[in-house]
């Protein structure tokens, strides 16, 4: 697809706007280790793409199955006089408000310098409820062809290119080198999983303090059962995660003490033996402070624990590479 191809008038190549896919790109999502939770790195390519456009807010979205989220968000205060957001946008958007399913539906960028010169869009529940007149979003398309969300800014005011602030083809250039920015991203936190896959035994990584679920592995869904959205707090995605008093070492962990491990734990029929779990901390991309736990078969917390730090410094390793 060109460039030229990219910036033709919207409203002549407008999709759908709730794609059908929606159950295939959640998924796509998941096996992507894309949570719907605030991340550092994605709200720095928000930023930056704010800034390069002139956008008074960028977002990097996910739009899932049943509503969107921003797991990269950038906004600026307006100097005094100038247009201004009649609210705060947040991190989760309905699936019928604003224009990235649209960009999601037609799999291709979308400019609107002027929100009001399209019927279409005029009534849309951004633009009365925040005050949105212009945005311009390009597509998050994996390898496999799935569009797993997007790169977009938005404006309080309208633009134009009488008034030489149109988006223009620069906008759309800088959106796609923040697109590409993601998707590399993407790509090289695969790794981690990878090395989750590898592990031995059931582990999963959880943003702190509020224990968003990262990552987790195959093993960890066979025990516990899939997350069915990654950035689901953790005792909320895995009801048994207490009773077997894994919650209790992270929560140890989270009091200031050292990494431990919980008593050995009877595996159920037809599985036989014992499980051991520990808890360490890990340095993961896009948040500050993380946990990983790691469970381990016939085994004692001695020796969970010794593997445990030494997958979390294989992961912090991997972390300073991506």
């Given at each position: 697809?060109?460039?030229?191809?990219?910036?033709?008038?919207?409203?002549?190549?407008l999709?759908?706007?709730?794609?059908?896919?929606?159950?295939?790109?959640?998924?796509?999502?998941?096996?992507?280790?894309?949570?719907?939770?605030?991340?550092?790195?994605?709200?720095?390519?928000?930023?930056?793409?704010?800034?390069?456009t002139g956008?008074?807010?960028?977002?990097?979205?996910?739009v899932?199955?049943?509503?969107?989220?921003?797991?990269?968000?950038?906004?600026?205060?307006?100097?005094?006089?100038?247009?201004?957001?009649?609210?705060?946008?947040?991190?989760?958007?309905?699936?019928?408000?604003?224009?990235?399913?649209?960009?999601?539906?037609?799999?291709?960028?979308?400019?609107?310098?002027?929100?009001?010169?399209?019927?279409?869009?005029?009534?849309?529940?951004?633009?009365?409820?925040?005050?949105?007149?212009?945005?311009?979003?390009?597509p998050?398309?994996?390898?496999?062809?799935?569009?797993?969300?997007?790169?977009?800014?938005?404006?309080?005011?309208?633009?134009?290119?009488?008034e030489?602030?149109?988006?223009?083809?620069?906008?759309?250039?800088?959106?796609?080198?923040?697109?590409?920015?993601?998707?590399?991203?993407?790509?090289?936190?695969?790794?981690?999983?990878?090395?989750?896959?590898?592990?031995?035994?059931?582990?999963?990584?959880?943003a702190?303090?509020?224990?968003?679920?990262?990552?987790?592995?195959?093993?960890?869904?066979?025990l516990?059962?899939?997350?069915?959205?990654?950035?689901?707090?953790?005792?909320?995605?895995?009801?048994?995660?207490?009773?077997?008093?894994?919650?209790?070492?992270?929560?140890h962990l989270?009091?200031?003490?050292?990494?431990?491990?919980?008593?050995a734990?009877?595996?159920?029929?037809?599985?036989?033996?014992?499980?051991?779990?520990?808890?360490?901390?890990?340095?993961?991309?896009?948040?500050?402070?993380?946990?990983?736990?790691?469970?381990?078969?016939?085994?004692?917390?001695a020796?969970?624990?010794?593997?445990?730090?030494?997958l979390?410094?294989?992961?912090?390793?991997?972390?300073?590479?991506?």
């Open positions: 697809m060109t460039d030229r191809d990219d910036f033709q008038t919207p409203a002549l190549r999709g759908r706007p709730a794609p059908s896919d929606a159950s295939a790109r959640a998924a796509r999502q998941r096996e992507l280790g894309l949570a719907n939770t605030p991340d550092s790195v994605f709200d720095e390519v928000a930023r930056k793409a704010a800034e390069a956008a008074t807010a960028a977002m990097v979205n996910l899932g199955e049943s509503g969107q989220y921003f797991v990269g968000l950038y906004g600026k205060e307006p100097a005094s006089g100038d247009p201004a957001f009649l609210g705060e946008p947040g991190r989760f958007m309905d699936m019928d408000q604003g224009f990235c399913v649209h960009v999601v539906g037609r799999k291709a960028a979308l400019t609107l310098d002027d929100v009001f010169e399209f019927s279409r869009f005029r009534g849309n529940p951004v633009v009365d409820e925040l005050g949105v007149r212009s945005y311009i979003g390009v998050l398309i994996d390898d496999d062809g799935t569009v797993i969300g997007t790169v977009c800014a938005i404006d309080p005011a309208p633009r134009s290119e009488s030489g602030n149109s988006w223009g083809n620069d906008g759309l250039q800088v959106l796609k080198a923040a697109r590409d920015e993601v998707l590399a991203e993407i790509s090289g936190r695969q790794k981690i999983a990878g090395v989750l896959e590898g592990a031995g035994g059931t582990a999963m990584i959880a702190r303090p509020n224990l968003e679920v990262l990552y987790a592995n195959s093993l960890h869904d066979q516990f059962g899939a997350v069915e959205m990654l950035g689901t707090p953790a005792p909320e995605a895995f009801p048994h995660l207490a009773p077997v008093g894994i919650l209790a070492i992270i929560d989270e009091r200031g003490g050292e990494p431990s491990a919980t008593a734990i009877p595996l159920n029929e037809p599985a036989t033996g014992t499980v051991v779990f520990a808890a360490v901390p890990v340095r993961v991309p896009g948040h500050a402070t993380a946990v990983l736990t790691l469970g381990l078969r016939d085994s004692d917390g020796t969970v624990l010794s593997r445990a730090k030494a979390a410094s294989d992961i912090g390793e991997l972390t300073d590479t991506i």
